[in-house]
T-cell receptor, first 113, second 116 residues
Framework: GENVEQHPSTLSVQEGDSAVIKCTYS??????FPWYKQELGKRPQLIID?????GEKKDQRIAVTLNKTAKHFSLHITETQPEDSAVYFC????????????FGTGTRLTIIP | NAGVTQTPKFQVLKTGQSMTLQCAQD?????MYWYRQDPGMGLRLIYY???????DKGEVPNGYNVSRLNKREFSLRLESAAPSQTSVYFC???????????????FGEGSRLTVL
């Protein structure tokens, strides 16, 4: 199965600054790399994903970068705002057939006003 | 279009009691999943159903059973609840038989289960 590590586990940044969360994975067959956001008491929701044929994808203030050689992908949030406060999970697929996502343990991001 | 609906939202059980969590999706998705979420552990897959008529174990299946009743519905049953099963349970669905094709998981609102 997939071994997923996510760092840091907690992150506090000043409003307006940038935040970066890194996810490392073990299954070299993985070719789909999503990030989910979970606000307090809510369900996880997909915020951005990337496939292995591209190295970077951007959607307004969020971006994901992929380094397949090093087996890690990162979530970048620029110009952070209070509503970015949440727990973020990476979830690369793993295992034979890539039918199952393996979620990281999460990063609790707190934006300090 | 309700998306993924799961019931109940809250439940308190005594050790040894049984219960079933219900999940239904109205997006015509092939695949459905049950996850549990514990503090500091992320989301762990209990069981999944890649398509109607099939079910498979995930990372933490012990103590649970599932039924893919039809394409819309996927239930999770605890036959004899234990305190270790106290958790928040999320049902999810995705479009393709293999997540790889489309990627996105759509989650229900979660069910908070406490076993005393």
């Amino acid at each position: 199965g997939e071994n997923v590590e996510q760092h840091p586990s907690t992150l506090s940044v000043q409003e307006g600054d940038s935040a970066v969360i890194k996810c490392t994975y073990s299954d070299s067959a993985s070719n789909y790399f999503p990030w989910y956001k979970q606000e307090l008491g809510k369900r996880p929701q997909l915020i951005i994903d990337i496939r292995s044929n591209v190295g970077e994808k951007k959607d307004q203030r969020i971006a994901v970068t992929l380094n397949k050689t090093a087996k890690h992908f990162s979530l970048h949030i620029t110009e952070t705002q209070p509503e970015d406060s949440a727990v973020y999970f990476c979830a690369p697929p793993g295992g034979f057939g890539n039918e199952k996502l393996t979620f990281g343990t999460g990063t609790r991001l707190t934006i300090i006003p | 279009n309700a998306g993924v609906t799961q019931t109940p939202k809250f439940q308190v059980l005594k050790t040894g009691q049984s219960m079933t969590l219900q999940c239904a999706q109205d997006m015509n998705h092939n695949s459905m999943y049950w996850y549990r979420q514990d503090p500091g552990m992320g989301l762990r897959l209990i069981y999944y159903s890649a398509s109607e008529g099939t079910t498979d174990k995930g990372e933490v299946p012990n103590g649970y059973n599932v039924s893919r009743l039809n394409k819309r519905e996927f239930s999770l049953r605890l036959e004899s609840a234990a305190p270790s099963q106290t958790s928040v349970y999320f049902c999810a669905s995705s479009e393709a038989a293999q997540i790889l094709n489309t990627g996105e998981l759509f989650f229900g609102e979660g069910s908070r289960l406490t076993v005393l």
